[in-house]
């Protein structure tokens, strides 16, 4: 079945540091890729996103590519800040347009991030 | 525009009783999910709505878990009776359709001693 890693956490870094948070992942067809974030008494909000292969999702400084030849999908930052503390969690949906577009998710890493 | 909307936010019940959880999805979304997330955990899926008919249910524990989405709105989730694995967080999320964003409510977190 459809499945998800992410690397190992949690993850504490300095303000300004550069950040990669590793995701793997096993699905059956071309499933969408998904980096869902989720800040601290919210809920799950969508951070960004990639339907195909060689897409690049971005969104408030984050960036992940849609790597079909090694099936990964790593969340990188250049420079994190204080708020971006948070849970992430990475997840795809296989298949993309189907019936059922349900999402397989990651356990989730916590970041926090040093003044 | 009102977010999705959970209901209570936390609970904490002894094993072997009846819990329910509710959740107004945002307006004009025909598609309702509730997830489970365990501890350390990503969400697992329990059941998906499209209006008021059910999609996929099949990682829904269905001898103690059961949901309903009246009138194709608001939908409850009950668990009956409770054992201690069944803590966890219970977010439910809505989306205007299959193929649309998911978006998420806080979550109902629920202990079980």
């Known amino acids: 079945g459809d499945s998800v890693t992410q690397m190992e956490g949690p993850v504490t870094l300095s303000e300004e540091a550069f950040l990669t948070i590793n995701c793997t992942y096993t699905?059956?067809?071309?499933?969408?890729l998904f980096w869902y974030v989720q800040y601290p008494g919210e809920g799950l909000q969508l951070l960004l996103k990639?339907?195909?292969?060689?897409d690049k999702g971005s969104n408030k400084g984050f960036e992940a590519t849609y790597r079909k030849e090694t099936t990964s999908f790593h969340l990188e930052k250049g420079s994190v800040q204080v708020s971006d503390s948070a849970v992430y969690f990475c997840?795809?949906?296989?298949?993309?347009?189907?019936?059922?577009?349900?999402?397989?998710f990651g356990k989730g890493i916590t970041l926090s991030v040093r003044p | 525009e009102a977010g999705v909307a959970q209901s209570p936010r936390y609970k904490i019940i002894e094993k072997r009783q009846s819990v329910a959880f509710w959740c107004n999805p945002i307006?004009?979304?025909?598609?309702l999910y509730w997830y489970q997330q365990i501890l350390g955990q990503g969400p697992k899926l329990l059941i998906q709505?499209?209006?008021?008919?059910?999609?996929?249910d099949s990682q829904l524990p269905k001898d103690r878990f059961s949901a309903e989405r009246l009138k194709g709105v608001d939908s409850t989730l009950k668990i009956q009776p409770a054992k201690l694995e069944d803590s966890a967080v219970y977010l439910c999320?809505?989306?205007?359709?299959?193929?649309?964003?998911?978006?998420f409510g806080p979550g109902t977190r629920l202990t079980v001693l």
């Open positions: 990639a339907t195909k292969a060689d």
């Open positions: 699905a059956t067809g071309y499933p969408s």
């Open positions: 307006s004009g979304h025909a598609t």
């Open positions: 997840a795809l949906s296989d298949p993309p347009t189907g019936a059922n577009s349900k999402l397989t």
């Open positions: 709505f499209q209006n008021n008919g059910v999609v996929d």
């Open positions: 999320a809505s989306s205007l359709g299959q193929y649309n964003e998911q978006f």
